[in-house]
Nanobody
Framework: QVQLVESGGGLVQAGGSLRLSCAAS????????MGWYRQAPGKERERVAE????????YYADSVKGRFTITRDNAKNTLYLQMNSLKLEDTAIYYC????????????WGQGTQVTVSS
């Protein structure tokens, strides 16, 4: 199973930008569709964006559409999330995982990376 490490989070003012990275180990990264998820304090984890294994197809939650961009580099085994025009409500811990494993209840949720948007 692919192992994942998220990074790139931080403290940013509203309207600012951040780029998250998800480094994968193992040969199976390019075999999976991949997704970004987030969980804010006191809220359930929500799906933010997904990208097909080839990178051709993407999905975005309505709350981030037009502001976030998901990409992947299969040669580098890395998934990215470019976040622009950040809002206070984007504050959360962000995680990456294959949607397939999430739906099967087999995803491992690591430390994630904290994104905090201040006013």
């Amino acid at each position: 199973q692919v192992q994942l490490v998220e990074s790139g989070g931080g403290l940013v003012q509203a309207g600012g930008s951040l780029r998250l990275s998800c480094a994968a180990s193992g040969r199976s990264f390019s075999s999976y569709d991949m997704g970004w998820y987030r969980q804010a304090p006191g809220k359930e984890r929500e799906r933010v964006a997904e990208i097909s294994l080839s990178g051709v197809r993407t999905y975005y939650a309505d709350s981030v559409k037009g502001r976030f961009t998901i990409t992947r580099d299969n040669a580098k085994n890395t998934l990215y999330l470019q976040m622009n025009s950040l809002k206070l409500e984007d504050t959360a811990i962000y995680y990456c995982n294959p949607p397939e494993l999430v739906r099967l209840g087999r995803a491992y949720w690591g430390q994630g990376t904290q994104v905090t948007v201040s006013s």
